[in-house]
């Protein structure tokens, strides 16, 4: 069946490093694709979204570009600040459309 | 414009007992999912209500029970609680059944519930 899988946490950086969280899937098709984040005592937010090969979904600095030659979605930032400090899914949308999520990774920005 | 909203945000129960969990959805949404967050695991989907049906369900027993009202609103019923389904409980609503390709969805906080 469909899944997702993303690096495991925790990942810890000081402010200003580079983010690179990787995410791979197994879908039939060519899902579309998701990352969303979930801060401290708040419910899931949509950070962005690709629905396609070879589209980026951008949002916040944050970047992940849909690889269907490497089934992946790796999430990407070039310079984070403490007030990213979250948990990270990845998630695709399953043939019965509904979303599939990874375990997530926990960031944890120092200043 | 308000978002999703659930109810209670913590419970606890014992093994055994019945709970009921609550959610309106954000303004202008017909569509509620619900999920269950086990701790440190990423949400799983439990089903989908749809005009007051309910459309598509995830891999749970049937413990798990669920109603949409007329106002969209949705119960999340679970029965004869074991200590496994201690988790959080996340609410989505989205506009359609979701089988947009864009699959957006607006998750409530969630409610903690804790069996002993």
């Known amino acids: 069946g469909d899944s997702v899988t993303q690096m495991e946490g925790p990942v810890t950086l000081s402010e200003e490093a580079f983010l690179t969280i990787n995410c791979t899937y197994t879908?039939?098709?060519?899902?579309?694709l998701f990352w969303y984040v979930q801060y401290p005592g708040e419910g899931l937010q949509l950070l962005l979204k690709a629905t396609k090969a070879d589209d980026k979904g951008s949002n916040k600095g944050f970047e992940a570009t849909y690889r269907k030659e490497t089934t992946s979605f790796h999430l990407e930032k070039g310079s984070v600040q403490v007030s990213d400090s979250a948990v990270y899914f990845c998630a695709l949308r399953g043939s019965q459309g509904n979303l599939i999520f990874g375990k997530g990774t926990k960031l944890s920005v120092k200043p | 414009d308000a978002g999703v909203t659930q109810s209670p945000t913590h419970l606890i129960k014992t093994r055994g007992q019945q709970v009921t969990l609550r959610c309106s959805p954000k303004?202008?949404?017909?569509?509620v999912s619900w999920y269950q967050q086990a701790l440190g695991q990423g949400p799983q989907f439990i089903f989908q209500?749809?005009?007051?049906?309910?459309?598509q369900r995830g891999n749970f027993p049937d413990r798990f029970s669920g109603h949409q009202f007329p106002n969209y609103s949705s119960e999340l019923n679970v029965n004869a609680l074991l200590l496994g389904d201690s988790a959080l409980y996340l609410c989505?609503?989205?506009?359609?059944?979701?089988?947009?390709?864009?699959?957006?969805?607006?998750f409530g906080e969630g409610s903690r519930l804790t069996v002993l």
């Open positions: 989505a609503s989205s506009s359609g059944p979701g089988q947009s390709r864009t699959g957006e969805l607006f």
């Open positions: 209500y749809y005009e007051e049906e309910e459309r």
């Open positions: 879908a039939t098709g060519y899902p579309s």
């Open positions: 303004s202008g949404h017909d569509t």
